[in-house]
């Protein structure tokens, strides 16, 4: 509870700023529900007609709706032991509790709904969508709280498949992963990407665009916890290699996805992409 206090106050600032109009005005309501029934008057229109209850009070009666301008959001994160690397003070699971945080509180000014998913090579966690203060106080707890998963692998196919199933309104997904060692997710993304609005966070480190020769390093593998010395005077050249194949196998599986996608590196200030998506998002939709 502590952790989120920080957290919360930390980035108070940040969502006024980003609730201010960006966040607001790019997060899209699910059009119009029924308010409250009345007398009809002349010049109501007749397709309103509130047909049961006018044939049980023997006077015409009309259905009124409004505007629902709250959203139902879901975040979805990755917790698998890959997203524990980082180089310096910031690694990729602190950049996705701040920005899934930040994104929760901002739902909480907004009064959406919020939903939690966090996977690794299952289905760790699931919370439904709710709103109000005490449920996004308990996802932001999920967010700060979760434990070290030592899964060997990252299955955001599986992930997807299950949210295909369990969410029936249209919701806005956001996505917190590296993206990387996961099974082939871009058919699982595009069948959701149907029913559903999605925005994929990319949280990537320095040192997965480019290791530099550093001589002999003593390694410990994120995702199996094997120890393993390695000689980067020689083997950088081929790891770099590798990496650029990964990254490029993601960024070919968004384009067959035709999903959204945000790079964020750790290094650099990592609101900044976020905010400026939302700036643009609300632009275009204004």
Request: proline share 2%.
């Amino acid at each position: 509870m502590k952790k989120v206090k920080q957290i919360d106050i930390r980035l108070r600032r940040k969502v006024h700023s980003l609730f201010s109009g960006a966040y607001r005005s790019s997060i899209k309501g699910q059009g119009m529900v029924f308010s409250h029934v009345r007398e009809y008057v002349p010049g109501d229109d007749i397709r309103s007609m509130a047909w049961n209850l006018t044939a049980k009070m023997s006077k015409p009666y009309v259905k009124l709706f409004e505007e629902d301008k709250h959203s139902q959001i879901l975040l979805v994160l990755d917790i698998s032991s890959s997203m524990d690397f980082g180089v310096g003070q910031s690694n990729k699971r602190s950049v996705l509790e701040n920005l899934s945080s930040l994104l929760a509180f901002c739902a909480l000014k907004n009064k959406d709904l919020l939903g939690l998913l966090l996977f690794s090579s299952d289905i760790d966690l699931y919370l439904p969508p709710k709103k109000g203060k005490t449920h996004i106080f308990h996802v932001v707890r999920q967010i700060c709280g979760f434990q070290k998963n030592k899964s060997h692998f990252t299955d955001l196919n599986k992930a997807l498949s299950f949210l295909y199933k369990v969410l029936n309104k249209r919701t806005q997904i956001f996505i917190f992963s590296d993206f990387l060692n996961s099974s082939p997710f871009e058919r699982a993304l595009r069948n959701l990407e149907r029913k559903h609005e999605i925005v994929n966070f990319v949280i990537y480190d320095l040192f997965e665009e480019s290791i530099p020769s550093l001589g002999l390093v003593d390694l410990e593998d994120l995702e199996t916890g094997e120890l393993k010395t390695l000689d980067f005077s020689f083997r950088s050249k081929s790891i770099n290699s590798d990496l650029k194949e990964s990254r490029e196998l993601r960024e070919k599986q968004f384009k067959k996805s035709q999903s959204e996608r945000v790079l964020i590196k750790c290094q650099d200030d990592i609101y900044r992409p976020l905010i400026s998506f939302f700036k643009k998002r609300s632009l275009f939709n204004s």
